[in-house]
């Protein structure tokens, strides 16, 4: 992030802004609108900025910029087409401290505009980093479309009455969840339609009514998908962002955590190898303790819950404790990572069938039926198998497999960090060996493996 986005007071602060364009005059609005005192500095002015000065109350200084000039403002905009002048109002204002954006040149910059959609008091803003500015006007249209105007009503009428909800809602998450059925209910409604009495009428009767009832809470059981947090479903994206906490594992990606809600609370459950944070049963009591405290849950699955994600064992202790609960399923590694290497998992000439199995061991074996696995015609995909690749090739090719027969190792599927390696049952324990692999895996054996090569198409370092 090479901006820190800040939203910045200045209400009857002094501002300056060097040069008298057109330019200006647009900087000169935006600022107005925020009730700085704007000075402008240029050695002429321009008809826009003349017609502004009255109806804006500028003050304009007629000369030339000299280093002397920057000091007493709390902001400063350089919208000159003199590369010498912005520089020096950049040094100067660097010297005292004081924030400055040179137009249409970043690296002169301590701050930048961004792309603003106005509905005040709620104000949204876009920005690029001063690379594409006209990508961030495009999205901020964008963005208006889903931010009608009615909903800076909505934040003033809830201003009005953040005191009398924090006085009779004492518990921090209950006024939480208080205002998000206010904001997603009728009396949202109410405002957008322009019927504030009503509005005001029925906030009054749902204060009330919230201290006589209580919360149950609600266990959403969430599939994250392969890595890339574009494969979320909107649902799952929703139920991430509304939740008091979240609950997830080891494969549940670095860029999927970002999107949880600053304030919502993350506990850690993953499991590697002979090495559980939590034991499976533990999981499953963790997840009935916290919604009968009333909470709202996301249990975070990397990939679907219900394929190798043991999301029905922790179905069966919610359902025996009555705790409510949802699932949303995700895209399982199999589909996600396959698409992504160009391997289809089946294929017409290549295989009519797919299988999913789970290579890990158990009591130091990998329990599969090989007789079942080697049927021709068919995809093998295989779960959590790096650490029992040796062993799970040398077995299919005892049961009957071709030595010859492609296979692939994906590694992090999705993700900027995806590798694909491909060789045969026979050849690709050797690829795996001479190379750094880390999990997460995905083992896909089967003639579709061929197509990878003409098929690739993510890039994972575009």
């Known amino acids: 992030m090479q901006f820190f986005p800040i939203f910045l007071r200045l209400n009857q602060q002094k501002c300056l802004i060097v040069g008298a364009g057109e330019i200006a005059a647009r900087k000169i609005e935006i600022l107005a609108k925020s009730g700085a005192r704007i000075t402008v500095l240029a050695p002429s002015f321009s008809t826009p900025v003349q017609t502004l000065e009255k109806k804006l109350a500028l003050t304009l200084i007629q000369k030339k910029f000299e280093s002397t000039d920057a000091e007493g403002y709390r902001l400063i905009v350089s919208a000159t087409d003199n590369q010498t002048v912005n520089e020096l109002v950049s040094q100067a204002a660097d010297k005292l401290n004081i924030l400055v954006n040179v137009v249409d040149n970043p690296k002169l910059c301590q701050f930048i505009f961004p792309a603003i959609i106005d509905r005040s008091p709620i104000i949204a803003a876009i920005s690029s980093g001063g690379t594409a500015p006209v990508l961030a006007r495009l999205l901020k249209t964008r963005v208006e479309t889903l931010i009608p105007s009615g909903y800076g009503r909505l934040a003033e009428l809830a201003g009005n009455y953040r005191d009398k909800v924090k006085s009779h809602i004492l518990d921090p998450r209950q006024r939480r969840l208080f205002w998000e059925q206010v904001f997603q209910g009728s009396i949202a409604e109410f405002i957008f339609a322009g019927q504030h009495e009503k509005a005001e009428h029925a906030l009054d009767e749902q204060i009330i009514a919230h201290n006589t009832t209580t919360t149950d809470g609600e266990i959403y059981l969430v599939g994250a998908g392969p890595g890339d947090p574009d494969l979320l479903t909107l649902r799952a994206l929703r139920l991430i962002q509304q939740a008091d906490i979240v609950v997830y594992d080891r494969l549940v990606s670095e860029d999927i955590l970002n999107l949880i809600r600053r304030d919502a609370q993350k506990i850690y459950v993953g499991k590697k190898r002979d090495q559980h944070t939590l034991p499976q049963e533990s999981i499953n009591q963790l997840l009935t303790r916290l919604a009968l405290e009333g909470n709202r849950v996301v249990r975070l699955k990397g990939g679907d819950p219900f394929i190798f994600g043991r999301g029905g064992e922790e179905i069966e202790t919610l359902m025996e404790n009555n705790i409510n609960f949802q699932v949303v399923p995700g895209i399982t590694a199999a589909s996600g990572c396959a ?22 061991y158990k009591d130091n074996q990998i329990n599969l039926n090989w007789e079942g696995l080697v049927a021709p015609n068919q995809t093998l995909v295989i779960y959590m198998g790096l650490l029992g690749l040796n062993h799970i090739c040398a077995s299919l090719i005892e049961h009957g ?62």
Do not use: M
């Open 339 to 360: 698409s992504y290497a160009g391997i289809p998992l089946t294929h017409r000439e290549y295989a009519q069938s797919c299988t999913f199995v789970t290579g890990h």
């Open 401 to 462: 497999c071709s030595k010859d027969l492609p296979a692939a190792l994906i590694q992090q599927g999705t993700t900027k960090h995806q590798k694909v390696i491909t060789g045969t049952l026979e050849s690709l324990p050797h690829h795996i060996h001479e190379q750094s692999v880390k999990a997460p895996t995905l083992i896909i054996v089967g003639n579709v493996v061929r197509l990878h090569d003409k098929l690739t198409w993510f890039n994972p370092n575009a």
